[in-house]
């Protein structure tokens, strides 16, 4: 659309598709507006991927701040039996069924043997 509105500046200033002056006059404008029109693309998508690069992808990997809020939360020990050996972090809402690994009310400290027994459930 905008190429055309640049050629038909160009004609309307006395040019006809050729070698007239009026004719490149449009052909620089359509040339000009399509150049812009890519410019205000790639700068309008490079803030979206700035934007989507701040905000945490859905990651499995615990950050260490959750880590650190739900071991204290939790007394670093086992949620079901209180023990202190082979501890794990394990999602509340399996990772796999959509629950975020951001959220420390989503985490709990369990030891090895209680998070095996829970799974994927």
Request: proline fraction near 6%.
């Amino acid at each position: 659309m905008l190429p055309l509105i640049g050629l038909l500046v160009g004609i309307a200033l006395g040019g006809e598709r050729g070698g007239t002056p009026g004719f490149w006059v449009g052909f620089a404008l359509a040339v000009v507006l399509v150049v812009g029109a890519v410019i205000e693309q790639e700068a309008a998508a490079a803030q979206a991927r700035k934007r989507r690069d701040l905000i945490r992808p859905h990651s499995r990997t615990i950050p260490q701040d959750v880590k650190i809020a739900v071991s204290v939360r939790d007394g670093g020990k086992c949620r079901i039996c209180r023990s202190t050996k082979d501890l794990q972090y394990d999602h509340i809402i399996p990772w796999s069924k959509g629950g975020p690994s951001d959220d420390p009310n989503n985490i709990q400290l369990l030891c090895g043997y209680h998070n095996r027994l829970k799974r994927d459930r």
